[in-house]
C-alpha cells in the first residue's frame, strides 16, 4: 500500500510554524520559573501574589500541553510511517 499521500512533512513544518506562534521556549522558561516561584516555602504567604502565579502558570499550560500532546502524537505516526515503510 502506498502512503505517500500522508504528508507528515507538512504536519512537522505547520507544528515548528506554531511553536514560533506561541512562543513556545519562552512560555517553558516562564512555566519553569512559575513553578521555582510555587515550590517556595513561603509562597502562600502573599495569598494575592500566590494566585497570580498560579493563573499564569495555568495559562501556559493551557497552551503548552495540548502543543506538546500534539508534538507526541506526530512523533507516534512517524514511527508508525516508518514501520508500514518497512513491511
Known amino acids: 500500500q502506498d502512503y505517500t499521500d500522508i504528508n507528515l512533512k507538512e504536519w512537522r513544518d505547520k507544528l515548528e510554524e ?3 506562534i506561541f512562543d513556545v521556549a519562552t512560555r517553558k522558561a516562564e512555566l519553569e520559573e512559575l513553578d521555582r516561584k510555587a515550590a517556595h516555602p513561603d509562597f502562600w504567604n502573599d495569598q494575592n501574589s500566590a494566585q497570580t502565579v498560579i493563573s499564569q502558570a495555568n495559562a501556559h499550560r493551557a497552551i503548552l500541553e495540548p502543543f506538546e500532546d500534539m508534538v507526541a502524537k ?9 514501520l508500514l515503510e518497512m513491511e
Open 18 to 20: 506554531m511553536r514560533g
Open 74 to 82: 506526530l512523533d507516534d505516526a512517524e514511527v508508525m510511517m516508518e
